[in-house]
């Protein structure tokens, strides 16, 4: 079992920033990929970033590209979502998740194996 702890979010005007933090305990040596998500009224859950744990790559949702970037910190099992120029559509409550089965797949929720519980974000014009 991983369990996955978010904070960091808020309210922030538009063009401010916000660094989400996600912190991972329990089995967290059988972290492969650690990814965030996303979730506005209404809307699917989408993929947000991810990062290979073990590794150097990391992936974004094209609507994200150039405004956020997704860190780890391996010794404190903590994955950073920093968010700069935010946008109110970036409203929604962010979700981390971690997959522990032993493939790199990352953009689908189905993909992950344990969520956090979601730390509401929202953006006002």
């Known amino acids: 079992q991983v369990q996955l702890v978010e904070s960091g979010g808020g309210s922030v005007q538009a063009g401010g920033s916000l660094r989400l933090s996600c912190a991972a305990s329990?089995?967290?040596?059988?972290?492969?990929?650690m990814g965030w998500f996303r979730q506005a009224p209404g809307k699917e859950r989408d993929f947000v970033a991810a990062?290979?744990?073990?590794?150097?790559?990391?992936y974004y949702a094209d609507f994200v590209k150039g405004r956020f970037t997704v860190s780890r910190d391996s010794a404190k099992n903590t994955v950073y979502l920093q968010m700069n120029s935010l946008k109110p559509e970036d409203t929604a409550v962010y979700y981390c998740?971690?997959?522990?089965?032993?493939?790199?797949?990352?953009?689908?929720?189905?993909?992950?194996?344990?969520w956090g519980q979601g730390t509401q974000v929202t953006v006002s014009s």
């Open positions: 998740a971690v997959r522990v089965r032993s493939t790199y797949r990352f953009y689908a929720q189905s993909d992950y194996d344990y």
């Open positions: 329990g089995r967290t040596l059988s972290t492969y990929v």
């Open positions: 990062v290979i744990w073990r590794g150097v790559n990391v």
